[in-house]
T-cell receptor, first 117, second 115 residues
Framework: AQKVTQAQTEISVVEKEDVTLDCVYE???????LFWYKQPPSGELVFLIRRNSFDEQNEISGRYSWNFQKSTSSFNFTITASQVVDSAVYFC??????????????FGQGTILTVHP | GAVVSQHPSWVICKSGTSVKIECRSL??????MFWYRQFPKQSLMLMATSNEGSKATYEQGVEKDKFLINHASLTLSTLTVTSAHPEDSSFYIC???????????FGEGSRLTVL
């Protein structure tokens, strides 16, 4: 069975601080996908990144960066110079890579990030 | 712009009534659609997977007769919460897998409140 653990339930930072959201996953599959989504108070899920299990390169997109460590089954997300607009719930998710399983996401519990001015 | 339209975005109903939620892909064909439920301050849990023209596959613990899913075309899936009760109050979100590419898109979600 697949499992995603986001150990940090809530994080509170002051604007301009860097913050890292942790994500650890479990799967028996050799091929899988990892995702991060942002859920603002309005509720819709905002896609941030998708990474397949064969691509361990770290990725940077503006103030966002992701560190994928297959050896420790972790896919951590860092926001540099956080802003108030980053306040939201962030979910890490995992899916199989094959067929219709691709869309079946197992979500972590979510991390509530609050950025104070 | 949005590629998935989910409607209604919120609904309030009386206990015992049925509520239908629509999930529509606006500019592509979706092979597979997924329905998730999110209780307040909790994570998203997959309820069921549906393929066009086939019966939906429900996750363990999800009542098939209570949550009716119809995937009549490659662009529309509906979730009907039958005989709704207050414990069914939740945020329901659909997800679509795009034909050929498998890209995933989420609807905006529907917030159901059962009085």
């Amino acid at each position: 069975a697949q499992k995603v653990t986001q150990a940090q339930t809530e994080i509170s930072v002051v604007e301009k601080e860097d913050v890292t959201l942790d994500c650890v996953y479990e799967t028996r599959d050799t091929t899988y996908y990892l995702f991060w989504y942002k859920q603002p108070p309005s509720g819709e899920l905002v896609f941030l990144i998708r990474r397949n299990s064969f691509d361990e390169q770290n990725e940077i997109s503006g103030r966002y960066s992701w560190n994928f460590q297959k050896s420790t089954s972790s896919f951590n997300f860092t926001i540099t110079a956080s802003q108030v607009v980053d306040s939201a719930v962030y979910f890490c998710a995992l899916s199989d890579a094959g067929g219709t399983s691709y869309g079946k996401l197992t979500f972590g519990q979510g991390t509530i990030l609050t950025v104070h001015p | 712009g949005a590629v998935v339209s989910q409607h209604p975005s919120w609904v309030i109903c009386k206990s015992g009534t049925s509520v239908k939620i629509e999930c529509r892909s606006l500019d592509f064909q979706a092979t597979t659609m997924f329905w998730y439920r999110q209780f307040p301050k909790q994570s998203l849990m997959l309820m069921a997977t549906s393929n066009e023209g086939s019966k939906a596959t429900y996750e363990q613990g999800v009542e098939k007769d209570k949550f009716l899913i119809n995937h009549a075309s490659l662009t529309l899936s509906t979730l009907t919460v039958t005989s709704a009760h207050p414990e069914d109050s939740s945020f329901y979100i659909c997800s679509l897998s795009r034909l050929h590419t498998g890209e995933l898109f989420f609807g905006e979600g529907s917030r159901l409140t059962v009085l």
